[in-house]
C-alpha cells in the first residue's frame, strides 16, 4: 500500500532483485493486510505457507525484504519480520545473514485434493451398491438430546483415559442388548468396544499372526474387505466354498485353516441362514483343531419374516468370536462397535487395543450407552425395519414389473436382495455396460467372489434409496437392459 492509500497489485518493492514471486503469488498475500490488526500476523503465515505449499512460490524464488513487503502490504516490519522467522523455523523458508530471505527447498507442491471416495460419481440416477444405510434416518433429535444429558451427567475422572475395553457403562448396556436381541453369552467385563467390524477384524489378525497364524479362511462369495483387513494384520485370507446350507464344511477341513470368518445370520452376499446342521458342523470342526471361528453379525437385527436366527456365539462361546456394530442400525460414521471373544484370546486382543488408539472416544461412548438404556436404540431399530421393509417389498415388486421371470433370494432380512434376470437379459458385461450409461450403478455377484454366472446376477442394496428411487432406478435399467436386447436381436437379424 503506498502512502496515499493505494493498494499494490504487482510485485512489492524490492523485488526485483533475483527470481521473486509471480504476481498470482503475491496476490495471495494481499487478504492479511484486510485482516483485523489481531488476526493479520496469522493471516500473512497461513498465506505464505500456502503459497509455498501449492508451488506458487517455487523453492529458490528470493521474497521481498521485510521493509518493502511491510510498505507494501501496509502492515507494520515486525509482523512481517516475525512471519519470516516463523516460516523460517518450520523450514519452509531459509535465510542468511546479508542475504535475504529464500524459499526453502523441503517442501514439494501438493497436487490436487483426492475425490472423495465417498462422493457419489457425477452422472449416477440410482445408486444399488449394497452397505450403506438410510443416513436420513439418523435420529438427530434424540441423538442432540442424548448429548446434552451426557454432558450434564459424566463425572470429570471419565473424560480421561478410558479403559481399552470400553467404559463399564456402555459395556453393560451392549451385554444386556446383545444377550436379548441376539442371544449371545455376553458378560459385560468381556465385551471390548471397537471402532466398527473392521478394528475388531484387524484386531483379531494380529493376535492370531502373533500366534503364529498365516492365513484365515473367508466365505466365497463373501465381503471384499476382509482381504485388505487381514493382510494390514500380515495374515492371508483363504476363500472357502458355500453350498445352500452355508459354509461348506469338508472344504474347510481341506484348507488347514484354524480360524474363519462367517455370516451365519444372513450370509453376505447370498442372504442365505446357515442352517441348525450346518453351525453344529462348524462348531464341530472348531472344537475338533481347536480353532476359531469368527461371526460377522452385521445386519442381524433387520429380519423381516420372523424374529431375527440368533447368533451362533450362543453355542459355543468360547469357540466363536461374535462382532458388530451400529453401522447398518444408526450410522457408519459413529465408529462404534463391539467385540466378544474366547477367554483364550481375551487378553492379547485388549492389550492390541491399547496400543492401537487407548480406546474409543468415551463422550461417544457414553452417548450409546445412554441410547441403549433409555430404549431409543430399540426404537430405531424398530424404525428402520418398517422403512427398510418397505424398500425391500418396493425393489421386489419393481423387478417383477420391469423384468419379468427374475428369481430374488435373500429377501427374508438384511439390507439388499440377489437377483438372477432371465437369460434373455445377457450377456452379463454388456448389461452392467448399458446400466452404468443410463446411470445405474449395481455390483455383479461375481465382484464379491462368485464364479460369473451364465446369466445376469446382481447384489441389489436397498435401505439407502427412496422408494420413488428405487422405482425410478429399476426402471432406468430395464429400459437400458431392453435397448441392449433389442440392438442383440437386430445384429443377429444381420
Same mark, same amino acid.
Given at each position: 500500500m503506498t502512502s496515499s492509500g493505494t493498494r499494490r497489485t504487482g510485485p512489492p518493492q524490492g523485488a526485483a532483485e533475483g527470481p521473486g514471486p509471480s504476481s498470482a503469488a503475491w496476490e495471495l498475500l494481499l487478504p492479511a493486510a484486510a485482516a483485523p490488526p489481531r488476526a493479520r500476523g496469522r493471516t500473512l503465515q497461513a498465506a505464505l505457507r500456502e503459497a509455498v505449499r501449492s508451488g506458487r512460490l517455487a523453492p529458490g524464488t528470493r521474497l521481498p525484504s521485510? *521493509?518493502?513487503?511491510?510498505?507494501?502490504?501496509? +502492515?507494520?516490519?515486525?509482523?512481517?519480520? /516475525?512471519?519470516? /522467522? &516463523?516460516?523460517?523455523? /518450520?523450514?519452509?523458508? !531459509?535465510?542468511?545473514?546479508?542475504?535475504?530471505?529464500? %524459499?526453502?527447498?523441503?517442501?514439494?507442491?501438493?497436487? #490436487?485434493?483426492?475425490?472423495? !471416495?465417498?462422493?457419489?460419481?457425477?452422472? +449416477?440416477?440410482?445408486?444399488?451398491?449394497?452397505?450403506? @444405510?438410510?443416513?436420513? $434416518?439418523? #435420529?438427530?433429535?434424540?441423538?442432540?438430546?442424548?448429548? !446434552?444429558? %451426557?454432558?450434564?451427567? $459424566?463425572?470429570?475422572?471419565?473424560?480421561?483415559?478410558?479403559?481399552?475395553?470400553?467404559? #463399564? *457403562?456402555?459395556?453393560?448396556?451392549?451385554?444386556?442388548?446383545?444377550?436379548? *436381541?441376539?442371544?449371545?453369552?455376553?458378560?459385560?467385563? *468381556?465385551?471390548?468396544? %471397537?471402532?466398527? +467390524?473392521? &478394528?475388531?477384524?484387524?484386531?483379531?489378525?494380529?493376535?492370531?499372526?502373533?500366534?503364529?497364524?498365516?492365513?484365515?479362511?473367508?466365505?466365497?462369495?463373501?465381503? @471384499?474387505e476382509l482381504g485388505s483387513l487381514f493382510a494390514s494384520a500380515g495374515v492371508g485370507t483363504v476363500p472357502l466354498p458355500l453350498d445352500d446350507e452355508g459354509l461348506a464344511i469338508a472344504p474347510l477341513r481341506a484348507s488347514g485353516v484354524r480360524a474363519v470368518v462367517t455370516t451365519p445370520a444372513h450370509q453376505f452376499p447370498t442372504g442365505i441362514a446357515y442352517s441348525a446342521r450346518r453351525r453344529a458342523g462348524l462348531l464341530d470342526w472348531a472344537r475338533s483343531v481347536d480353532g476359531l471361528l469368527i461371526e460377522d453379525d452385521y445386519d442381524g437385527d433387520f429380519r423381516y419374516d420372523r424374529a431375527p436366527v440368533g447368533a451362533l456365539q450362543g453355542l459355543d462361546p468360547e469357540q466363536v468370536a461374535y462382532t458388530g456394530s451400529v453401522s447398518k442400525s444408526l450410522a457408519p460414521g459413529l465408529r462404534l462397535g463391539w467385540l466378544l471373544v474366547p477367554a483364550s484370546h481375551f487378553e492379547e486382543v485388549v492389550e492390541r487395543k491399547r496400543t492401537m488408539d487407548l480406546g474409543n472416544p468415551a463422550l461417544d461412548q457414553a452417548l450409546l450407552a445412554r441410547f441403549v438404556e433409555r430404549g431409543d436404540y430399540d426404537r430405531q431399530l424398530r424404525r428402520c425395519q418398517r422403512a427398510y421393509r418397505e424398500r425391500r417389498d418396493t425393489l421386489v415388486a419393481a423387478l417383477e414389473e420391469h423384468f419379468p421371470g427374475t428369481e430374488v433370494s435373500g429377501i427374508a432380512a438384511g439390507l439388499h436382495v440377489v437377483a438372477a434376470l432371465p437369460g434373455r437379459y445377457g450377456p452379463q458385461d454388456r448389461f452392467l455396460e448399458r446400466v452404468t450409461a443410463a446411470g445405474v450403478v449395481v455390483r455383479p455377484s461375481a465382484h464379491y467372489g462368485a464364479a460369473a454366472p451364465d446369466g445376469v446376477r446382481l447384489v441389489l442394496g436397498y435401505a439407502h434409496l427412496a422408494p420413488a428411487r428405487i422405482r425410478d432406478g429399476v426402471r432406468l435399467m430395464a429400459e437400458a437392459a431392453c435397448s441392449s436386447t433389442v440392438s442383440v436381436r437386430a445384429a443377429a437379424r444381420q
Open positions: 521485510s *521493509r518493502a513487503l511491510a510498505a507494501d502490504l501496509g +502492515v507494520s516490519r515486525g509482523l512481517v519480520t /516475525e512471519a519470516y /522467522e &516463523q516460516l523460517t523455523a /518450520e523450514g519452509y523458508l !531459509r535465510s542468511g545473514r546479508g542475504a535475504g530471505t529464500w %524459499v526453502g527447498g523441503a517442501v514439494r507442491a501438493v497436487g #490436487p485434493r483426492a475425490r472423495d !471416495r465417498a462422493a457419489r460419481p457425477p452422472g +449416477v440416477l440410482a445408486d444399488f451398491v449394497p452397505g450403506t @444405510p438410510d443416513l436420513s $434416518l439418523f #435420529p438427530r433429535s434424540t441423538w442432540a438430546a442424548a448429548h !446434552r444429558g %451426557v454432558l450434564s451427567e $459424566l463425572p470429570h475422572q471419565a473424560l480421561g483415559y478410558p479403559d481399552p475395553r470400553g467404559l #463399564p *457403562r456402555l459395556r453393560t448396556a451392549l451385554a444386556e442388548l446383545l444377550v436379548r *436381541r441376539r442371544g449371545v453369552v455376553a458378560d459385560p467385563e *468381556r465385551v471390548i468396544v %471397537v471402532s466398527g +467390524v473392521a &478394528q475388531a477384524m484387524t484386531l483379531l489378525g494380529l493376535v492370531l499372526r502373533a500366534r503364529g497364524t498365516t492365513g484365515v479362511g473367508v466365505e466365497d462369495p463373501g465381503s @471384499p
